[in-house]
């Protein structure tokens, strides 16, 4: 726990949260893999020519932004598998070390949270009910069915939350495990955290520009509750 995360702790308000990571490994290598092969298999049935990028990638979101720009007439019916992937992932995820502390740390201190997720916000939904978490959230935006170009780091769903909180941007701190949630926080003008699992991802969060790096949500729940005591 540094000064440094402490002094950006005191000024915030309320939170920002990334769910795949800070709550939930949701898509270990293996389940992104069969969710990106299972959003392909859609454009293929259609069709649609692949690129050899998209042919290799493990990320279903890649598919999911290749149909938006190649193949449209596909969104949907990618779209609809995506959701389904991510909602039986979430069914068999489990939370973060901390991350429940975390979450009730923020809501004992007066702090609300909305989680901002590239993710579908059923998939947030799945996972939070089964884990008694949803009464710490306050709002879940999701990523925008069918529009994958406003996914982060497009700033549209931080905009979306520091509307709903009714907050300035500099009362705010998004936390979040990807470059991608750094660049929308310095966007958006609003403070970031970065969850580091491996000292390399830690470096990365560093360069994008992150306030802040931490390696434990649990140790950030006891950060919340020792910025809360200093007011």
């Known amino acids: ?42 454009l293929r049935e259609a069709g649609t ?21 190649n193949a449209p007439a596909t969104l949907e019916a990618v779209e609809r598998t995506a959701v389904q992937g991510e909602v039986d992932a979430a069914r068999l995820a489990v939370p973060t070390p901390g991350a429940a502390e975390f979450l ?10 909305v989680v901002v997720s590239n993710n579908s916000a059923d998939s947030v939904e ?8 949803h009464d710490l959230v306050q709002e879940i935006l999701g990523r925008p069915y069918g529009e994958p170009s406003l996914m982060k ?25 990807s470059v991608t949630d750094i660049e929308v926080s310095r966007a958006a003008d609003v403070h970031s955290i970065g969850y580091a699992k491996t000292p390399e991802r830690g470096t990365e969060l560093q360069r994008a520009g992150a306030d802040a790096v931490i390696t434990d949500m649990t140790a950030l729940a006891e950060a919340i509750h020792t910025s809360a005591a200093a007011d």
């Not at 309320?14 to 992104?32: E, H, I, Q, S």
């Not at 009730?104 to 949270?113: D, E, K, L, S």
């Not at 780091?153 to 495990?177: F, K, N, T, W, Y």
């Open 104 to 113: 009730a740390a923020c809501h004992q201190t007066r702090r609300p949270v």
């Open 49 to 69: 020519g692949l690129t050899d990028s998209v042919s290799a990638t493990s990320d279903h979101l890649a598919v999911l932004r290749f149909a938006a720009s």
């Open 126 to 133: 799945a996972f939070l009910q089964q884990h008694h978490l």
């Open 153 to 177: 780091p497009h700033p549209e769903l931080v905009r979306r939350a520091l509307a709903i909180l009714d907050r300035q941007p500099q009362s705010c701190v998004m936390i979040g495990d």
């Open 1 to 42: 726990m540094t000064d440094q995360l402490l002094a950006l702790l005191a000024h915030t308000t309320a939170v920002l949260l990334d769910f795949d990571g800070p709550v939930t490994p949701l898509l270990p290598a293996d389940r992104n893999a069969h969710l990106a092969d299972a959003t392909r298999a859609v």
